[in-house]
């Protein structure tokens, strides 16, 4: 596969795939300015909860580059500011804030004595984040080979990939790994309304991995499961609470209750930066609501009649029970997840 | 409410109010000749099990004016065929076939001696089909009565209503009823894809009969239990064999597992004369496939990359364990069905 870049940092410009316009056109936007990074968060020119983690770094160094701050004092709060605005773009994933925090603590390091020191750190840090998550993702596929079967039939929700997550995917990942690992794995790909990531998005990637995969309505996943056998599903997190509740993209629950009612396997994989164990249950996971237009509209068609109500919860928050296991860069959790996560979190690699 | 056509009998030809342009246009397409008829029933012109049954009885009326035969003998042999090519537009609701039987049957009566005796009988056959549609819908919602709590938040799918039915519905019917009665019910709109009939058809006539609605993706219906509290899901069925299994839009059966892991009750509305209790169980349900574009498409919307493939059910199987009551026109069956339905079926009113 050719490696598609998501984020590019490119002449003191990041530079996003636009994935509001693929699969049909690859074309990517610049940005100078950190309160149009925060804006192409919120309209998901990028998406995926490490991707925008990543994003919000560059966009923290561009903050620093913009600044008219004339000591690191005054560079430091024109960057909390920036972080303010960064992290009030999308509320759900814990990556934002995780990416934001880190950059901010780097930026506040003693050391670092002049403001064009803090810039290049910034810079650093972001890069460094970017590595860590193109390392992560690997090593979730490394270690998810155990739990995938030769031969297995796979449902995935939403989009996971490089386009996600900056590189290789996480729960994207875990099937690219089966491939690629030679396991003849068959692919469902849930469409994943309102914003049809899957089906706009994950077919992309994988028909560049040559992974074979099929398309279904998100509803049709029960009747595949019931129908022609299923093996496990695979799903990313845009929060894993200290519990094992994760929080993903709309309509991973009703994939998890589907998984449940016929025996199939429900893995999430996810960073470790996914995981928040500061949050104690789902209960407390802020579900960011988007706009009407998502349901109400496909492209430029209008679907419902005019005025009509529209409820459009972005996430849902799949309880830990029915997750059999969490699948990181430092291995795999298993229940009872307060005991493995922390372990996996705190205990390092 | 102003009661819209769905299907109209007028001057010798059959009028159908082309459901594809709702919500944003009101259209009647016009048939003179069954074979178009069938062919609006495949593109789903109009569709719902009990629409689709009356509109094949207009068409048998519409082929027996068509039909050159000098004889009866002729004459009944240009129907059968008829019926065959009728039959064979949709392969999942049996009312289809409920329909084309009866007719059949009416024509075969001996006492219809000429060709001209034999096409009045079809017609007036064909109105007594949708005028006992019609009064089956009423009787569904007065039974459902008794099942809907006052302020109850109910989760529908697909679409049951006039435009399913020919008049005021099934499930939606039991919505109606409700709200008629005083009840001051919520109604969850699953959009259901692939075709988005609750997005387009459901929203627009519970628009015109005001009650209060809101359109969610299907991937939600868990979220918004686990979250909102739902005391009921109401659905339709385009086929319900002996046991209870009910073939229903892709995407019932997803619905049905969250209301049982929620513990919401869970009902199926559906006429008499969707009924099958000559297939013994769901497995035997033929599923039909529908056309990739379905999926890769919303109107002119491509979604999907080029090539991608797709599954298309158009149905799935709910399984009777699921279901906590069938509301007919004759009472409310409860399990086990296979008593039930047989009582309802067989023992008349």
């Not at 900056?166 to 996480?170: N, Q």
């Not at 129908?227 to 299923?230: E, R, S």
């Not at 470790?272 to 407390?284: E, K, R, V, Y």
């Given at each position: 596969m050719d490696e598609y870049q998501v984020i590019v940092w490119e002449e003191e410009q990041l530079q996003l795939l636009d994935q509001r316009r693929l699969p049909h056109e690859v074309r990517y936007n610049s940005y100078e300015d950190h309160g149009e990074v925060a804006e192409a968060i919120r309209e998901m020119v990028v998406r995926g909860a490490p991707a925008i983690g990543i994003t919000a770094a560059y966009g923290m160094a561009l903050a620093a580059r913009q600044s008219a701050a004339a000591d690191v004092a005054g560079l430091l709060e024109d960057l909390e500011r920036a972080g303010e605005r960064l992290r009030a773009a999308r509320p759900t994933a814990v990556n934002l804030s995780y990416a934001i925090d880190r950059v901010l603590e780097r930026a506040r390091k003693p050391a670092l004595e002049t403001v064009e020191a803090v810039r290049s750190a910034l810079l650093e840090e972001a890069h460094a984040i970017y590595e860590d998550e193109r390392r992560a993702n690997r090593r979730i596929g490394e270690h998810s080979l155990e739990l995938v079967p030769q031969g297995a039939s796979i449902i995935h929700h939403c989009n996971t990939g490089a386009l996600a997550t900056?590189?290789?995917?996480?729960a994207l990942g875990v099937i690219r790994a089966a491939h690629e690992a030679g396991k003849e794995i068959f692919a469902y790909v849930d469409e994943t309304r309102p914003r049809l990531q899957g089906a706009r998005l994950t077919t992309w990637e994988l028909q560049r991995l040559g992974v074979p995969h099929a398309v279904i309505v998100d509803g049709a996943s029960g009747h595949v499961m019931r129908?022609?056998?299923?093996h496990l599903c695979v799903v990313g997190a845009d929060r894993v609470v200290a519990n094992g509740d994760t929080a993903n993209k709309i309509g991973t629950y009703n994939l998890a209750l589907a998984a449940r009612a016929h025996g199939v396997a429900f893995y999430v994989a996810a960073p470790?930066?996914?995981?928040?164990?500061?949050?104690?249950?789902?209960?407390?996971i802020e579900i960011e609501q988007r706009p009407d237009e998502e349901v109400t509209h496909v492209g430029e068609v209008q679907i419902t009649p005019d005025g009509t109500e529209v409820r459009n919860p972005a996430f849902d928050v799949t309880p830990a029970?029915?997750?059999s296991a969490i699948i990181t860069e430092r291995g795999v959790a298993y229940p009872p997840y307060e005991t493995s996560l922390r372990r996996l979190v705190l205990g390092g690699e």
């Open positions: 900056g590189a290789y995917g996480t129908t022609h056998g299923v470790t930066s996914t995981i928040d164990l500061a949050t104690p249950s789902g209960d407390a029970s029915y997750i």
